[in-house]
């Protein structure tokens, strides 16, 4: 689901996974690969973006992925 967060957030322990992504892939009426898929592999974007050009949308889109591992402890669980 599209949505918009500004503000600081702690991560969780283990691995986090963030991804911003431009408004852009909403007009694409022929994507197959939804947003929580794209967090997989590096493929999975590639063909993401490849759909994307194909169905020649009117803008571009803007991916940024990246998976950060946080062995410290969190001070309080994230989803209160």
Known sequence: MPSYSLGRRELRTGIN???????V???AKE??????????????????????????TVDSTTLVHWAI??????????NC
């Open 17 to 23: 996974y963030i991804l911003l992504i431009t408004d």
């Open 31 to 56: 994507t197959t690969i939804s947003i929580p898929e794209l967090y997989r592999s590096e493929s999975l974007v590639v063909s993401f973006l490849n759909s994307l050009h194909c169905q020649q």
């Open 69 to 78: 591992k946080n062995e410290l402890d969190a001070a309080f669980p994230s």
């Open 25 to 27: 892939y909403l007009d």
